[in-house]
């Protein structure tokens, strides 16, 4: 079966860094997508990776190791607007989204 | 704002109601999507309209109905639901149904409760 693993929950201070992880077995990989969720929001996208390697954004970066079957989001300077769910979602061979059931990171001041 | 609309954002309703939540985009997408999120659980992926046609039906039970009017409106008819429909649905769209990498853009949802 398809699956995709991630923290449930993960607690971080303001002005720190945080690293959320994901790991993934689906059939086949056409990119990995994080999106961000704050509570009785729409997730928006965040980040998109379909080569090996990190991509910066600002704040945020994310990184994609296709052989070992894992990305991280990492996120810097947290801010108290950063507390939200982070969606992590692998598009399979049929070009379908399977979707992690997203860590809530809570940021303390 | 995603540029996808979704009403009504909360309902209540009985297990005997029948009611439609509608989803509308102004991006110009082809392909329209229905989600439910449950709590703790990972998006379930309904129903996938591609140029108006339905492209994916995951073994979704028949009291839920879709409908795509037309490329910019997406509806999911409810009737005689059950207390574990209760979840968040989402409406989503994207520049095409399939192929090459294609960025979902959500709506915010209609948080359904049945009784």
């Known amino acids: 079966g398809q699956n995709i693993d991630q923290p449930t929950e993960m607690t971080a201070t303001e002005g720190a860094i945080v690293q959320i992880n994901c790991t993934y077995q689906t059939s086949g990989f056409n990119g990995l997508f994080w999106y961000q969720q704050h509570a009785g929001e729409a997730p928006t996208f965040l980040s998109y990776?379909?080569l090996d390697g990190l991509e910066e954004k600002g704040r945020f970066s994310s990184f994609l190791s296709r052989s070992k079957g894992y990305s991280y989001l990492l996120l810097k300077e947290l801010q108290m607007k950063d507390s939200a769910s982070y969606l992590c979602?692998?598009?399979?061979?049929?070009?379908?989204?399977?979707w992690g059931a997203g860590t809530k990171l809570i940021i303390k001041p | 704002e995603t540029g996808v609309t979704q009403t009504p954002r909360h309902l209540v309703m009985g297990m005997t109601n029948k009611k439609s939540l509608k989803c509308e985009q102004h991006l110009g997408h082809n392909a329209m999507y229905w989600y439910k999120q449950s709590a703790k659980k990972p998006l379930e992926l309904m129903f996938v309209?591609?140029?108006?046609?339905?492209?994916e039906n995951n073994s979704v039970p028949s009291r839920f109905s879709p409908e795509c009017p037309n490329s910019s409106h997406l509806f999911l008819h409810l009737h005689t639901l059950q207390p574990e429909d209760s979840a968040l649905y989402l409406c989503?769209?994207?520049?095409?149904?399939?192929?090459?990498?294609?960025?979902?853009?959500f709506g915010p949802g209609t948080r359904l409760t049945v009784l």
């Open positions: 990776n379909v």
């Open positions: 979602a692998v598009m399979d061979s049929n070009y379908q989204l399977i």
């Open positions: 989503a769209s994207s520049l095409s149904g399939g192929g090459s990498y294609n960025e979902q853009f």
């Open positions: 309209y591609s140029l108006e046609e339905r492209v």
